[in-house]
């Protein structure tokens, strides 16, 4: 069994302020954590990944994550965002099993003031 | 163009109607998938399918059916439509069965059940 929470449905925050989206999860089996961005209108696409190499994964727009097993956390940070970084964002958890499903948290909707 | 892309990206229809939202991958990937997107739920598994002509349930598959003859295609039918059936629709792909493999997204279809 496999749960993802999100902390905070909205997070805003200030241009060229830190973001922090908080992640927590739980599996029975070693995880692995997928952070996902989606813009207004599309589809979700992969910011970054966890696969048991290593705890720090740098992802695309600036975007990195820490696994921290002890805390269950996977949460996704930026030094500073900027006003494109407006989207909604997805934890999500896959065990390592045959099947890759893949469970999602209930998503955090970034917005960046000016 | 390659990717995945989903036909209709908006549909109306009313309660009772038969609806079919159709999902194409170029990539030739073995797995794909249908989400349902929901305020306050994430994306939840509707139904997967491993390879042509294997398909198996996700979290919430009643009410609907699919099939896949084609390893490129992956329809979704909603064999009577309800308001509860309302919903943005995502399909996506991934190339393996394990749970580090991305899955890449389609742009969605917006269903509105009246």
């Known amino acids: 069994a496999q749960s993802v929470t999100q902390l905070g449905s909205h997070v805003s925050v200030s241009e060229g302020a830190l973001v922090l989206l908080r992640c927590n999860y739980s599996s029975s089996v070693p995880p692995y954590l997928f952070w996902y961005v989606q813009y207004p209108n599309q589809g979700l696409q992969l910011l970054l990944k966890?696969?048991?190499?290593?705890?720090l994964v740098k992802g695309i727009n600036g975007f990195e994550a820490e696994f921290k097993k002890s805390e269950t956390s996977f949460h996704l940070t930026k030094p500073s965002a900027h006003m494109s970084d407006a989207a909604e964002y997805f934890c999500a958890v896959s065990g390592n099993n045959a099947g890759n499903m893949l469970t999602f948290g209930g998503g955090t909707r970034l917005m960046v003031k000016p | 163009d390659a990717g995945i892309t989903q036909s209709p990206r908006y549909k109306i229809t009313e309660t009772g109607r038969q609806v079919t939202l159709m999902c194409h991958q170029t990539w030739s990937h073995s797995y794909m998938f249908w989400y349902r997107q929901d305020l306050g739920h994430g994306l939840r598994l509707i139904y997967y399918s491993a390879a042509a002509d294997i398909t198996d349930k996700g979290e919430v598959p009643d009410g609907y059916v699919v099939s896949r003859s084609k390893t490129e295609n992956f329809p979704l039918t909603l064999e009577s439509a309800t308001r509860s059936q309302t919903s943005v629709y995502f399909c996506a792909s991934s190339e393996g069965d394990r749970g580090r493999e991305t899955q890449y997204f389609g742009p969605g279809t917006r269903l509105l059940v009246l």
């Open positions: 966890y696969t048991s190499a290593a705890t």
